[in-house]
T-cell receptor
Framework: DVKVTQSSRYLVKRTGEKVFLECVQDMDHENMFWYRQDPGLGLRLIYFSYDVKMKEKGDIPEGYSVSREKKERFSLILESASTNQTSMYLC??????????FGEGSWLTVV | QQQVKQSPQSLIVQKGGISIINCAYE??????FPWYQQFPGKGPALLIA?????SEKKEGRFTISFNKSAKQFSLHIMDSQPGDSATYFC???????????FGQGTELSVKP
């Protein structure tokens, strides 16, 4: 079974804090993605990566950055958390030409 | 900019009925159209997918109908069951495994 693991399921952070969301996949997937999910808006793409050390902006990259130093790990970074970044964050991965698999999500609350 | 529009936002269906969710897209370069199912507290999971060279794909009780000229596709759930109660997302991408653009989601509730 494909495993996409988001280590932090529930986080509460203060405004202005730096936040790291970690995602690890165990299938040697090339492609990895970070989405945020908000009611009525569906899933919106923040950043994606088709290879190690490669990153591309998605539709809503403002206020976020990413890091992909190793193939299996794709980290989402909120440099200075704000209340409008309270959301559920979903990591996903795949090989090109294959189904995209999602992790179970990280619920982030910024107070 | 919402490139994939999904309706309805919520849907209530009686057990045994047919659930229908519709999506429309704008970009004719999209080449892969999956539907994802999400249960509370879980990540989305692929349910069924179609490419634009076919007009229909069926897997068990789930069918995708695809209308390339209208740039629309829909999910039909036959004989809907309470266990089908979940949020459903349509999506589109340029190729399988590429970044997905999602619709807004439909919360389906199947009443016993």
């Amino acid at each position: 079974d494909v495993k996409v693991t988001q280590s932090s399921r529930y986080l509460v952070k203060r405004t202005g804090e730096k936040v790291f969301l970690e995602c690890v996949q165990d299938m040697d997937h090339e492609n990895m993605f970070w989405y945020r999910q908000d009611p009525g808006l569906g899933l919106r793409l923040i950043y994606f990566s088709y290879d190690v050390k490669m990153k591309e902006k998605g539709d809503i990259p403002e206020g976020y950055s990413v890091s992909r130093e190793k193939k299996e790990r794709f980290s989402l970074i909120l440099e200075s958390a704000s209340t409008n970044q309270t959301s559920m964050y979903l990591c996903a991965s795949t090989f090109s030409g294959n189904t995209i698999y999602f992790g179970e999500g990280s619920w982030l609350t910024v107070v | 900019q919402q490139q994939v529009k999904q309706s309805p936002q919520s849907l209530i269906v009686q057990k045994g009925g047919i659930s229908i969710i519709n999506c429309a897209y704008e970009n004719t370069a999209f080449d892969y159209f999956p539907w994802y199912q999400q249960f509370p507290g879980k990540g989305p999971a692929l349910l069924i997918a179609i490419r634009p060279d076919v007009s229909e794909k069926k897997e068990g009780r789930f069918t995708i109908s695809f209308n390339k000229s209208a740039k629309q596709f829909s999910l039909h759930i036959m004989d809907s069951q309470p266990g089908d109660s979940a949020t459903y997302f349509c999506a589109a991408s340029m190729f399988t495994g590429g970044k997905l653009i999602f619709g807004q989601g439909t919360e389906l509730s199947v009443k016993p």
